[in-house]
């Protein structure tokens, strides 16, 4: 019985969901509403959640003293200061000049920053691997890549046709190769939807 009333309560709301996105009128409309009102109540129980939990695991790493429990301390540390500073300061101010956004803009985006360029390196790798003209397609691909490269850069008098070459391959082949993959995760998450409001899809329950 435990499991079958979660189910049963899945099954309820994904069906009265997809009937009401088909009524129209203005109490369907207000449902909707409210229902994504509730959906952002359950992220805030989430994402609390989600803080006990990483919490719970940093604090027993550094009790035991696991590799990378040094981390472990930063990571609190940083946890406990920006919610102190949170609370004390707040985000905003004038133009966002509080030791909370200060902290934020010093820290965060210059390691958002240095995490993007070393990502640049891994994609370079990929593509030096991928790109290497071994077959018919990958020598397609490398072609293909080179022209949408240089699509900005002056080449003289084949610099006009190089663009008009490079807006055509992004605006027919790269939309029709975007528009498939869109249809297909369009199907993967109707199927995925069907199936967890059948109750053939149980994970969100846990492990049966």
Request: aromatic fraction near 12%; charge should be positive.
């Amino acid at each position: 019985m435990h499991r079958q009333i979660p189910i049963f309560i899945v099954l309820i709301a994904g069906v009265f969901m997809a009937i009401q996105y088909f009524v129209p009128l203005e109490q369907s409309e207000w449902v909707y509403e409210y229902s994504l009102n509730w959906v952002t109540v359950i992220g805030i129980f989430a994402m609390a959640l989600g803080l006990w939990s990483l919490i719970k695991v940093t604090f027993i790493k550094i009790k035991r003293k696991a590799p990378g429990w040094g981390y472990g301390l930063i990571t609190m540390a940083g946890l406990v200061t920006m919610i102190f500073l949170g609370l004390v300061s707040g985000s905003s101010g004038i133009r966002g000049n509080t030791p909370f956004m200060k902290l934020f803009t010093n820290v965060y985006t210059p390691i958002q920053a240095t995490m993007f360029s070393l990502l640049a390196f891994y994609i370079a790798s990929a593509a030096y691997r991928a790109f290497r003209a071994r077959t018919v397609l990958a020598t397609i691909l490398l072609a293909t890549a080179l022209i949408i490269m240089l699509r900005l850069i002056p080449l003289g008098p084949i610099s006009g046709f190089n663009q008009w070459l490079a807006s055509w391959i992004l605006s027919v082949p790269n939309m029709a190769a975007k528009r498939a993959i869109t249809i297909g995760v369009g199907l993967g998450a109707t199927a995925t939807a069907l199936k967890i409001i059948l109750g053939i899809e149980r994970s969100y329950m846990g492990k049966d």
